[in-house]
């Protein structure tokens, strides 16, 4: 049985006008060469087919087609499709005219040789392997309705994978009811900035070292953001007053690389408590940990006034846009509302991802990361000490970034001279917050996750030919 002359061929959009039907399909098929609408090589649908979208006669077609090539606008071979021809320029007159000269291209900010920005996993070790495997397994396994648009707040696979996983790895207290997954990290600050702006809230804390899209994206939504102290204990949370939320990373902060003193964990809680704030925990690196015991989640202490936020952007990859919120029950449906009633990340990685967490892959992944990246950190360590013993490292026991102290006065110089060198590297002032009341600090942050390991040694060499 002859297949539907609907299911064949390839679409292809042309409005023929004119005196005559050949006439007007010849001067729209040229138009659109003409124009570049059809760039050269594309290929063009088969007589047959092109006349059954249009309706009329297959001669129509094919008399029009032969008539383009003749002027040398297509091209047709026994046997292969047409498709438009890759030549000179045609002037209106119908003569030829030479080649138009192509726009330059646009310069291209030249690639360091080296990448030591902290904020980037190694993606050369991303697991693609088993995550095509998960993803075969959770393809075979979802229901046909996983495909539709989906509740707002996530597929319910992976809400209630990360709560399992949370809940043991993190000592968050989750339930997969209360569990937003969203695009990203910033996608989720993004939602929380709305619902705090509609709660009325205008200032946020923040810590005084951290990221500037966070605090941006924060200011966008409309709540000002104002930093707090930093000491050896990490941020100070005992200046919190009036503000409606607080920002930030307890396990390990970022950029300094401290975890939140014991007795400050309790002052913010004391304070989210006190005066119905809320807290919100990036659980920055939380995965990552090598020389003492992980820190349990911030949530854990109350689950009614802290707001949990992971990511898989460090563990896996910032690629996959994945990353999901633990929310106070009140604060669901406020977080849904702004997230406009949809589901915004893809049905097939949530899928996947809960497969990876559920068999085990995400664990095991996670593990081989960690040893990896501790021996990153150790040859870091072993090379500052043989090359500049005289600087302090610090904020190594966990994560994928040390900070490296500097002479007064010597940040602006190395970072230039990294420039110069290929090596992509920031100093910790560019994670400073503009209004900050603390005593500038000159160190570089240097980030040893993102180089793939055949660079790591060039990365190490490079780093050392530009301290003082």
């Not at 077609?61 to 030549?87: C, F, H, M, N, P």
Request: net charge positive; proline share 9%.
């Amino acid at each position: 049985m002859p297949k539907p002359w609907a299911t064949l061929g390839i679409d292809l959009h042309l409005e023929p006008t004119g005196p005559g039907l050949r006439r007007g399909l010849t001067d729209a098929l040229r138009e659109a060469v003409r124009t570049g609408r059809l760039a050269p090589g594309t290929r063009l649908p088969s007589s047959r087919s092109l006349a059954a979208d249009l309706g009329i006669a297959r001669n129509t077609v094919a008399e029009a087609y032969a008539e383009l090539v003749a002027e040398g606008w297509l091209t047709a071979r026994q046997g292969s499709a047409t498709r438009v021809a890759d030549r000179t320029v045609i002037a209106p007159t119908g003569a030829t005219a030479p080649p138009r000269a192509p726009a330059p291209p646009r310069p291209e900010r030249p690639r360091p040789a080296y990448d030591l920005v902290p904020g980037t996993p190694d993606l050369a070790s991303f697991p693609r392997a088993e995550w095509l495997k998960a993803a075969r397994r959770a393809f075979l396994a979802a229901p046909h309705r996983a495909l539709g648009y989906g509740d707002p707040r996530g597929r319910p696979e992976l809400r209630t994978a990360l709560a399992g996983y949370l809940s043991r790895a993190r000592g968050v207290r989750a339930d997969p009811e209360h569990i937003v997954v969203c695009a990203g990290f910033v996608h989720g600050l993004q939602l929380l900035g709305t619902v705090l702006r509609g709660r009325g809230v205008q200032t946020v804390a923040v810590e005084s070292y951290g990221l500037v899209p966070h605090w941006k994206q924060l200011t966008a939504a409309g709540p000002a953001t104002v930093p707090l102290p930093f000491d050896e204990l990490g941020t100070d949370p005992a200046a919190l007053t009036h503000e409606g939320a607080v920002l930030l990373t307890p396990a390990h902060q970022f950029p300094m690389g401290v975890p939140l003193h014991r007795d400050r964990r309790a002052t913010v809680v004391d304070w989210a408590r006190r005066t119905g704030g809320l807290v919100l925990e990036d659980d920055y690196d939380g995965e990552f940990r090598y020389d003492r015991q992980p820190v349990g989640a911030l949530q854990g202490l109350d689950p009614d006034h802290v707001v949990y936020l992971g990511t898989a952007s460090k563990s896996l990859a910032p690629g996959l846009r994945l990353a999901w919120m633990v929310l106070p029950p009140p604060l669901v449906a406020e977080v849904t509302a702004a997230k406009g009633g949809v589901d915004t990340c893809g049905a097939p990685d949530q899928l996947t991802l809960a497969e990876f967490l559920t068999s085990g892959a995400y664990d095991r992944h996670v593990r081989a990361a960690r040893l990896r990246y501790r021996r990153r950190r150790d040859a870091l360590v072993r090379a500052l000490a043989d090359h500049a013993p005289h600087l302090q490292v610090t904020g190594i026991a966990a994560g994928l970034h040390a900070v490296l102290r500097l002479p007064p006065g010597a940040e602006r110089s190395v970072v230039q001279a990294a420039t110069w060198q290929g090596l992509a590297l920031h100093g910790l002032t560019f994670y400073r917050h503009e209004a900050a009341a603390v005593e500038p600090l000159d160190a570089l942050v240097v980030g040893y996750g993102t180089p793939p390991d055949h660079a790591w040694a060039g990365a190490l060499e490079a780093l050392c030919r530009v301290l003082p």
